[in-house]
């Protein structure tokens, strides 16, 4: 019997990924990161902007992969979070799956509600609304807090035939305004 050995080749890590990816794990640590997840999701299902905000460090970043649109500290986190409540008041997440590490968190998210308000661009349209999201949220393990949220949009399938429809929706409405 041959013991075969394998060389690894890895693909580049930035410095961050190389500085996750050798985080040991701890009890402790990974309880208080799961609480205040919990204390954030909470805080965002009753709508709590200053809840959601004591769980974030005052350098936090808010970004959107999708677009690329960025929102700074905790000002720019509770416009982030004054837009989307206002778009969807009733705020209809449920967690499909969850990753908690000494990283910090990974949230997949399937989101259905009625679309009351601006949404990256989108006026409001008063129709039913559903899409995917995949939340990052970094670990400070320094100021025990999380360092903002990196959100994904699963627009390729979902959004986008949501905003295919609102559009469309919204197209059938001026026809029929016009021709009253």
């Known amino acids: 019997m041959s013991t075969r050995t394998l060389t690894r080749t890895l693909p580049p ?3 961050g990924a190389d500085y996750q990816s050798g985080q040991a794990f701890d009890a402790e640590e ?16 009753r709508g709590d902007i200053p809840g959601l905000l004591a ?13 690329g649109k960025i929102w700074h500290g905790h000002e720019g986190a509770a416009k982030f979070y ?18 908690v590490g000494p990283q910090g968190v990974v949230e997949e998210a399937h989101f259905n509600g009625v679309h009351h308000g601006d949404l ?3 006026p409001s349209t008063g129709q ?15 100021k025990k807090k999380f360092k903002g ?7 390729e399938h979902n959004l986008l035939a949501n905003v295919g429809q609102l559009l469309r ?7 029929m305004a016009e021709q009253k």
């Open 13 to 15: 890590f930035n410095d």
């Open 149 to 155: 949220e990196r959100i994904y949009f699963a627009i």
């Open 82 to 99: 004054d837009g989307f409540l206002k778009a969807f008041p009733e705020n209809c997440f449920s967690v499909v799956n969850v990753f």
């Open 128 to 142: 039913p609304i559903e899409f995917d999201v995949v939340l990052l949220f970094p670990w400070d393990p320094v």
């Open 120 to 122: 990256m661009g989108l």
């Open 30 to 45: 990974y309880n208080r990161i799961k609480e205040l997840w919990l204390d954030h999701i909470a805080a965002e299902h």
């Open 55 to 67: 769980t974030l460090t005052e350098d936090c970043v808010y970004t959107i992969l999708n677009n």
């Open 169 to 175: 929706r919204m197209g059938r409405k001026l026809d």
